[in-house]
C-alpha cells in the first residue's frame, strides 16, 4: 500500500526540487559623475537637456548564482556644452535554483531589474542633487516590456539569418 501512496501525483510533486529564488546582496558596483564645464556650468540658468541610457546585463556567477547589472548614464547639455554626466551601475547577486531556463529569462530580464531600479533611481537622484543641479528623477520603466522587445528583436535576426 504504501508503494501505491509513492506514485500519487501529490507525492511525485513532494520529490521535484523547489524553485529557488533569494537575493544574496544589492550593491553600487560602479559611480561616475563629471562636471567638465564646472563652475560656468553653474551660472546658467536654463533647465539643461537630459538624455538617459540604460543598459542590462546578467552573468553566473556559479551554479545558481547569477550578477544582474543595471547600468543608467545620465547626460545634461546645455546647448552643446555637457553640464553633468552621471553613471551608476546598480547590481545584486541572487541566488535563482531549480528553475526552467524560459522561467530563468524572465527572471534575470525583468524581475531582478525592478529590484535594483528603485536603488538606482535613488543613487542617480542623489548624485545630481549632491553634483549641485536639480534632482534627477527616473521614469519607471517597464522591464516586461523591454525584455518582450528584446526577444522579438533577437527572433527577428534569428528568421534573417536562416
Known amino acids: 500500500m504504501a508503494e501505491a501512496d509513492q506514485n500519487t501525483p501529490a507525492a511525485a510533486e513532494q520529490e521535484a526540487p523547489q524553485a529557488v529564488f533569494n537575493i544574496e546582496k544589492l550593491y ?64 545584486g547577486i541572487f541566488q535563482i535554483r531549480n528553475v ?9 530580464g525583468i524581475t531582478c531589474p525592478n529590484i535594483l531600479f528603485p536603488y538606482l533611481r535613488e543613487a542617480i537622484s542623489d548624485i545630481s542633487v549632491r553634483a549641485g543641479f536639480a534632482p534627477v528623477l527616473l521614469n519607471p520603466i517597464n522591464f516586461e516590456a523591454l525584455f518582450m522587445q528584446q526577444k522579438q528583436q533577437q527572433a527577428a535576426q534569428t528568421d534573417t539569418t536562416h
Not at 70 to 77: D, L
Open 100 to 108: 526552467p531556463l524560459e522561467g530563468l529569462e524572465g527572471l534575470l
Open 28 to 91: 553600487v558596483k560602479d559611480v561616475s559623475l563629471e562636471i567638465p564645464n564646472a563652475p560656468q556650468v553653474f551660472t546658467v540658468r536654463e533647465n539643461p537637456q537630459i538624455n538617459i541610457e540604460l543598459q542590462h546585463k546578467s552573468s553566473s556567477i556559479e551554479d545558481g548564482i547569477f550578477e544582474v547589472t543595471v547600468t543608467v548614464t545620465v547626460t545634461a547639455k546645455l546647448q552643446d556644452t555637457t553640464a553633468f554626466l552621471i553613471e551608476v551601475a546598480q547590481a
